[in-house]
């Protein structure tokens, strides 16, 4: 199955020459039965591979012994990846590449591993349960809409919590601290989502007669105008200009000069660029298959028709 992932060969023989290359390859054929997407597999086979070094490093030498260094394995994986989180919510996804697939692994590596349930537990869910249901039958948002509503209540009902603030007595001062307090974290159209999902919640629990009055126009509706922020791209001109001051006879000014190219051509990410792998280019149908560990954990993009310089 690996042969549908890898077109090099050299590749797929580093997989199956790991200790964990035969559970590797017996899970992405898991993954495969599930149709799970090129770009996730790989991803998962890249973690696995840490996962290998990381616990014959530490002398593991049977399987049985793996569940007890899934935790300092995520840790180390942590520490090594969370340098770009700016929220909770992009450490939840860093946490996720190193985690998720462990664990789905050890499932079918050993027939009595059960995954923990490591799932935060729901905002809210003991005084407002019917919350969720209400965004799913009323509303009928999806999934990942519920998601960013959960993003908001859980840091709001730690503020609530270490205020000792019930939500029969909630008041518009405590709304307006808990905005100030987020805005400190949150750009300016992270805050608007806050607002509006947090409008949402105060409204809810109006109609529900949980709070005696609708607060919800003690939060101001922040708004964001268009060009109103310095722009983020430079002039063709000054790309070229850049890229034609580096030194290309040079290793490092080859290294420099794609890495530059690929910024201004494609718009990624530096660490986009950091995690890109030979395996990644497809020089015989000139395109490029590009992983990003964000959110979803897993993102992937093909760029065709490679942009010469």
């Given at each position: 199955?690996?042969?549908?992932?890898?077109?090099?060969?050299?590749?797929?023989?580093?997989?199956?020459?790991?200790?964990l290359g035969?559970?590797?390859?017996?899970?992405?054929?898991?993954?495969?039965?599930?149709?799970?997407?090129?770009?996730?597999?790989?991803?998962?086979?890249r973690?696995?591979g840490?996962?290998?070094?990381?616990?014959?490093?530490?002398?593991?030498?049977?399987?049985?012994?793996?569940?007890?260094?899934?935790?300092?394995?995520?840790?180390?994986?942590?520490?090594?990846?969370?340098?770009w989180?700016?929220?909770?919510?992009?450490?939840?996804?860093?946490?996720?590449?190193?985690?998720?697939?462990?664990?789905?692994?050890?499932?079918?590596?050993?027939?009595?591993?059960?995954?923990?349930n490591?799932?935060?537990?729901?905002?809210?869910?003991?005084?407002?349960p019917?919350?969720?249901?209400?965004?799913?039958?009323?509303?009928g948002?999806?999934?990942?809409?519920?998601?960013?509503?959960?993003?908001?209540?859980r840091?709001?009902?730690?503020y609530?919590?270490?205020?000792?603030?019930?939500?029969?007595?909630?008041?518009p001062?405590?709304?307006?601290?808990?905005?100030?307090?987020?805005?400190?974290?949150?750009?300016?159209?992270?805050?608007r989502?806050?607002?509006?999902?947090?409008?949402i919640?105060l409204?809810?629990?109006?109609r529900?007669?949980?709070?005696?009055?609708?607060?919800?126009?003690?939060?101001?509706?922040?708004?964001?105008?268009?060009?109103?922020?310095?722009?983020?791209?430079?002039?063709?001109?000054?790309?070229?200009?850049?890229?034609?001051?580096?030194?290309r006879?040079?290793?490092?000014?080859?290294?420099?000069?794609?890495?530059?190219?690929?910024?201004?051509?494609?718009?990624?990410?530096?660490?986009?660029?950091a995690?890109?792998?030979?395996?990644?280019?497809?020089?015989?149908?000139?395109?490029?298959?590009?992983?990003?560990?964000?959110?979803?954990?897993?993102?992937?993009?093909?760029f065709?028709?490679?942009?010469?310089h």
């Amino acid at each position: 199955m690996l042969e549908h992932h890898f077109r090099s060969l050299k590749a797929i023989d580093r997989v199956r020459a790991q200790w964990l290359g035969p559970q590797i390859e017996r899970y992405v054929q898991s993954l495969d039965e599930l149709h799970t997407s090129n770009a996730t597999v790989r991803q998962h086979i890249r973690a696995l591979g840490h996962f290998n070094d990381f616990v014959i490093a530490r002398g593991v030498t049977k399987l049985e012994a793996l569940p007890d260094h899934v935790d300092a394995f995520v840790e180390y994986w942590h520490a090594g990846h969370a340098g770009w989180c700016k929220n909770n919510q992009d450490r939840a996804a860093v946490t996720a590449q190193s985690r998720v697939p462990v664990e789905r692994m050890l499932c079918l590596a050993l027939p009595d591993y059960t995954r923990p349930n490591n799932r935060p537990a729901m905002p809210f869910a003991n005084t407002v349960p019917g919350f969720l249901p209400f965004l799913n039958d009323e509303k009928g948002l999806r999934q990942e809409s519920q998601q960013r509503y959960l993003y908001t209540l859980r840091p709001f009902e730690a503020y609530l919590n270490r205020g000792g603030i019930a939500l029969s007595g909630l008041e518009p001062a405590h709304i307006s601290r808990f905005l100030e307090e987020r805005a400190k974290t949150l750009h300016k159209a992270g805050m608007r989502d806050t607002a509006g999902a947090l409008r949402i919640f105060l409204r809810y629990l109006h109609r529900e007669g949980i709070v005696a009055t609708d607060l919800v126009r003690s939060v101001p509706r922040g708004r964001i105008y268009r060009q109103a922020s310095i722009p983020r791209a430079i002039g063709w001109q000054d790309v070229e200009r850049l890229l034609a001051s580096i030194d290309r006879r040079s290793i490092l000014g080859k290294r420099d000069y794609a890495i530059l190219t690929l910024l201004a051509s494609y718009g990624l990410r530096a660490r986009e660029i950091a995690a890109l792998c030979l395996d990644d280019f497809d020089w015989t149908h000139a395109q490029i298959s590009i992983p990003m560990c964000h959110l979803s954990p897993y993102r992937s993009q093909h760029f065709s028709a490679f942009r010469s310089h």
